[in-house]
């Protein structure tokens, strides 16, 4: 765990070996609900998939998602998995959703205290809002229920990290897809919350925006995405 605490003089060397990838949602939360009917749990099961594939066949990295199908997995045992392996980089797939149907683009989050703007807030709270479920997450090895001093401490330096690696994630998206490039933000994200290594999450597309909605059903923009998260993974680790 402390070697996360290194002095880094290059920003952009990082040690990235462990990757646990997390597609958001998943069995009887569908996430957010396109008006053709797509499912956001759906769309992120095939953009983590396809990123798991891709990183494995590169034989550098050791990939691990939290689930690999349709089914629930609580906020906190997600964070658990990615504590338990060690991993150097958290990923958590998510699409958008707003009540504004023109509402559109892509951003990439990673966690703070205080919130980017009041949309960014709003995001965090309807993610957070399955933590009603997650009353089992407390008895998984690895999840942290109290933040002593140190990792209070110590998290706001893998907040820093993160940061760099948003930038990256969200330059790759903004050149590679066909969507508004919103930025990076900031919230309050409990699934990245409680991470011990640099974490992200995506929110690549609206999915209550019908033209962008038809685009996350199509492999091949959701192959664009796969190709923005790994080239940025590529470019941050100096593969």
Known sequence: ?????????????????????????????????????????????????GLFDKLKRKNQFQVFSTRDDDYYVPLGERTATANQRKADLFVSFHINAAENRKASGSETYYCSET?????????????????????????KPGFLDIEGILFEFERKLYWGDSKQFAHKF???????????DRGVQLANFYVLRQAKMPALLLETGFISNPDEEELLGQERFREKIVDGAFGAILEMSGA
Do not use: C, W, Y
């Open 1 to 49: 765990m402390l070697r996360k605490l290194r002095d880094r003089t290059d920003a952009l060397s990082f040690q990235v070996e462990r990757i646990v990838l997390d597609p958001g949602h998943g069995g009887f939360d569908s996430g957010a609900v396109g008006k053709n009917g797509l499912k956001e749990k759906d769309v992120t099961l095939a953009l983590a998939n």
């Open 115 to 139: 919130a980017s703007n009041e949309e960014a807030a709003r995001l965090a709270a309807f993610e957070n809002s399955v933590l009603r479920f997650d009353e089992e997450a407390a008895k």
């Open 170 to 180: 969200q330059g790759r998206f903004g050149t590679q897809l066909e969507l508004k």
